[in-house]
């Protein structure tokens, strides 16, 4: 459990009270030339340091699972053989151990559906597994690759490369260990596979993966049993393979030693399975190509794009053929303005209609790396994107496809109606909380799969319509604040989406200081649904003038650049006021009424987190120094403080004259403060506690989502 704590604290910032901050790395606002320097007060008169008067020790209640027959998260791979079946790979979650192995603690497998992805059983699964894909040669025969870890944490082992098989439609799974050659070894998670026959089997690497251009292509003429490696001397495959017919084949590469990679990639074409290959005349192109797909043996279509990394147009692009790939034309290149990354998911039903997913992991990007999936009703000639991203799509018909989200969560999303609406399909609890705001009358909680509330301090939970929320602001890649009665402001990036009658109807905002063009830190507060307080942009450190870095000795002091703007709002958020500025880098700022804090460092050299207090609605404010950095601030009440701190809760119900600290044994939770001692806790998959004594006790509080 501490290590998902851990995860969801690197890759989510909780609103809570406030509306988390969104970070650039090393961004100064306009904010930062403000000379209004607020007054820093030292009545009332707070300890330079905080006292710490309390340690206590807590254990969170275990969480209870509730059984379903829909999928869980971490997902790899979907594939529907026809509008019924349909299978899902399973991964696991690989951990390094300091004995130099890998161990996964999760047993992954095949999940299948017979009715259309109402409901989904496991039909194979080990401990250590990490299935990565499943395809299919007939409705009757398929496979599947992946791993098995150790599951041990104290291993000095690696995984090792699994290939599985079934023969009755997917119903029951044999695994076997297969014979590779020492380059296919290591590229083994990173491929994906294409049939010609139940003998006969392609895999190249798939560029959705962080090593899929550092990969081989591998063939197999005995259903996946033994396998060889195969293509051009000098050639690295880029992740496009289709087969035509039963002997004719198609890839995808580029000649090694040139960069950018694109201009020298090519379609490549095989006669005889596989076995040998030469380049097709007149495909060396402005744009690479990842994917191929071949919708019957006249009609194929390859697909790819630059990757924006390299700053070159197209971003996409699309070639096609209409005589079984003897000639290729140009048959979409995205415009110049449109800096995104290629196609690398494509799957045409027939010649004219089909469905792709933009990707591509640059060398050191962390895979698997997903994009907005698009359809197109005119052989590619134009694309229409959705409001979905995935990492992997499976078409079922123009209308209907499914795929594995992209980035967080990783479980399937179902559209009928050819990608206008989503529909998640994945259990409740299988998914962490990744924000919850509110108070006692109101609770807004928001995962990758969407936001929930509930008017009865959790009891019931209902989705909340975000309808006006987005589509430019996306639940889960924003932090979402709530306050009774109806005010929602939802933050993502450089920007501010408000309503005040529950998501129904929304404006935007742009708050003194901010600049759409720059993501400058940015961290919002309400103390009830009328009086706000905001903050922009940040004091950083930097290299003093002249400094290079060389000669020897401690450096000097840094020198500090830029302040952080204080805004205010007496009407909701409508329209803001700015207050003046701070010396602080922020990490978080609370509201409760006549009560404002900030938490966040000071100075250059040596990093001092401090919490900062104004008791005057920001005119004035009170310094004090914190035993360690802190994430994340929470505020119900005044004189009461909630900061989720680097190994530690520390809480204060005088105004910060002493605080206790809580030390938690499964990790350090998220917390959202809605009383002087009533608090939330959240951090794990579908996990919520609930405190009504200050933290010294909490129980399991049931979630539906």
Known sequence: MLRTLLRVRRRVTPAAVVAGLVFAACATSPAATSSSKIGVSHTPVLPADARIVRSVDVTLPLVSKPSSALPGANQRDVVFTDARIGFLATGGQESATDQGGVYNEVSGGIQRTIDSGKTWQTVWTAPGADISTVTFVSPTIGFAAGQVFPTSSTTSAAGQPIWLRSTDGGASWSVQTPQLPTAGAGAWPALRFVTASPNLILAAPDSNENDGYLSTMLRSADGGNHWSQVGPSGWTPTGGLAFATP?????????????????????????????TWSPVAGTQLRFGLDVIDFADPMHGFAAGGNLAKYEMRPSRGVVATSDGGRTWLVRYQSPDSDVTNPITRLHFLNANQGWASIGACSEGQNGPCGGAVQVTADGGRSWRTTGREAVDISAVSPSEAWVIDSFRGAFPWHTIDGGATWRPVVRAGALSIESLSGTRGWLVATTAAGAWQSHDSGGTWTPLDQASLGPAFKLGDANLLAQPPGLLVLQQDAGLRISHDGGIHAFDVTLPGQDPNSYAPTSVAFSDGTYGVAIVGGQLCTKPPGYTGSGSGKPPTGVAQGTTLVAITGDGGTTWTARGSLDIQPFGIGAAPGFWTVAGSTNCGQPHPVVMISHDNGKHWSTQRLPAPCFAISLAAPGTIWLNCQDSLLVTRDGAASWAKYRF????????????????????????WRTMDGGLTWNVAPISF
């Not at 499964?666 to 919520?688: I, K, S």
């Open 247 to 275: 002997s004719l084949a198609f890839a995808t590469g580029y000649l090694r030693d040139i960069t950018p990679p694109a201009v020298s990639s090519k379609l490549w074409r095989s006669r005889d399975g596989g076995l």
């Open 665 to 688: 044994t499964q990790g350090v939770p998220w917390v959202l403060a809605t009383g002087r001692d009533e608090a939330w806790a959240y951090g794990p998959p579908g996990a919520l």
